[in-house]
């Protein structure tokens, strides 16, 4: 980067063209939400039949196009917006120093060097101090020795001709590192010459916007912040007070960030978790394959020779391909979870299945991963699921249904009204029963992400009126929203627990929510509360199906621990009338008749 070219540069023509390919994106982006959430969900709801599967298959992979052209032309829009902010800034400099030169009547000459003319005062013979030459001095040894000799040069230009060299060779150092740290980074911006997004050109995304990210600090920076220590209200607010060009930078550059924030609308927040999901399932895929090359599959049966009759049998099963394949499983099992929210999103449209948004994902740890059924932020009706023990990202499918089975029953119960079922694993759920259940600092650790995650529905909710909002706990997740109401103020209109081994609190009267408004189900053969009450129970072990609780006992017809949302339940039905505000409706538990003693010994 010369002077000339500096000179010459017009960063806003970046901008121009940044803003050329934001709108591409945003093209992009309203042909793949068309695609998936309008033509290929009115197929599925009214299509059926070979062609009308392949057709979709293939729209599926048309939505992938828009979808990958959508991130990466965001990037390179984001890209350029901050080359742009970085070189302006040079050119600002430069531009300062060449005005102050021109002012003090100096020359700047090609090299960024500039001189002055002879001046001053006289000295005891008579002269003129002389004229001069100052460089261009860009590391501080040199600029310090340089504005020390113009310091001790009687001639007064030589300061202000230093001073101005010294500001356009910082000018050109800056302009010159900003164009060798973009080169690289927009040129890698570049798409495979087909039709095809693959697993590694999602992979090849996912290493763009790091790139773009890291390179793009300085810029992201200048930008408006989000709020350190604000809540779900702030998050609002800060995502309201951006202008449009700075909520697609946060998008592009930042997804995780801004898929993570509690309070922003629920659009905003599944297009960047989507982003998010996309590029860590195409880099899982990339190492599951890379894994596989490493690992190659052993024979699954090997020859086994009778040494009495010397008969061959050659389906004796081989042990090594056992251990191989748990290993396998292992390796695959983000990927298995990723698709299942997928399979989620392709859903869409199938027997009336509202669209899914995904307010939340994660691949650390066990993972994260939270799924609406319907825009919540314009629903009537709020339910958020939270999953107990062994909940993860691996095995999210069922628990991915469970809110699906809850939405199916409530939607009908809703009398019209609009209804969102959200299945929340955003925290780190225990993974084993034995071991890691009876131990409480894992619903102590996430309560206070679901007291975010809720003040967030009502910070992001948009109708006319206020929603209802319904929580439902299974097995451990009850353990965590008694942790949450316990440690903070649980935003909720009611409270569902579903096999609670304890919520750590005594009462229903401790759960933040209007009396009567707690209820509990526990099915026949279910060990769970019984085994966790002397865990996670309240001051004398009390449980929420103990009549002590003061909990709305609901009707359950399922059996043992998992049960609870089967189809076509009593158990799931009761679910679903709180979620849908038709208390009136359910079942509860009928009063146990009979005499005194009796009734002393009666659950």
Known sequence: MDLATLKALKPNEYAEAANGYRRTSDMARAAHDRIGTQIAAAMRKSLKGEAASAAIKQLAELGKNFHYVQTECGLVGSALDAFSYEMEAAKKKLDAALADARAGGLTVHADGSVSYPPGGDKDKDGKTPEGGRAGGLTDETASAVGRQAANFNPNPKARLAQDCADAIATALKEATEADAKWAPKVRALKADDDLTVSDRDWADAASDTK??????????????????????????????????????????????????????????????????????????????????RKHPEPARYTEFTNPQTGEVNKKVE??????????????????????????????????????????????????????????????????????????????????????????????????????????????????TVEKDAPFEH?????????????????????????????????????????????????NADDVMFAGSPGVKVSGADEMDVPKGHVWNEEA??????????????????????????????????TQGHSGYWDEGSTSLLNQARVVAGKDEDVALVPEPEGPPEELMNAK
């Open 524 to 557: 026949e053969g279910d060990v769970v509360p019984d085994l966790g009450r002397y865990g996670h129970g309240g001051d004398m072990f009390i449980i929420p199906s103990d009549e002590g609780f003061g909990a709305n006992q609901m009707a359950t017809d």
């Open 211 to 292: 790139g773009v990210k890291s390179a793009g600090k300085e810029y992201l920076d200048s930008l408006p912040q989000p709020p350190e220590k604000g809540g779900p209200k702030a998050n609002a607010e800060w995502w309201k007070g951006l202008d449009a060009d700075e909520k697609a930078a946060w998008v592009a550059m930042r997804p995780d960030s801004v898929g993570a924030l509690d309070g922003l609308p629920s659009t905003v927040r599944d297009e960047a978790n989507r982003m998010v999901l996309a590029e860590a399932r195409g880099s899982a895929q990339v190492e599951y394959d890379t894994w596989l």
């Open 318 to 431: 081989n042990p090594e391909w056992w251990k191989w394949d748990k290993a396998r499983k292992e390796a695959h099992k983000s990927i298995d979870g990723m698709d299942a929210i997928q399979t989620r999103f392709d859903s869409t449209g199938t027997k009336g299945m509202p669209e899914a948004y995904l307010l939340g994902f994660s691949t650390e740890g066990d993972g994260r991963a939270i799924i609406a059924n319907g825009n919540p932020d314009t629903a009537d009706h709020q339910a958020a699921y939270v999953p107990g023990t062994k909940a993860s990202l691996a095995n999210i499918e069922g628990d991915i249904n469970r809110g699906v089975k809850v939405w199916r029953v409530a939607d009908d119960q809703a009398d019209g009204r609009s209804v969102s079922t959200i299945t929340w694993l955003g925290y780190d759920a225990p993974d």
């Open 442 to 490: 894992y619903a102590y650790d996430g309560a206070p992400a679901f007291n975010r995650f809720l003040d967030g529905l009502e910070a992001a909710h948009t109708g006319d009126t206020e929603p209802h909002r319904s929580v439902i706990g299974h097995s451990y997740g009850s353990t965590l929203i008694g942790a949450a109401a316990e440690t903070g103020d649980l």
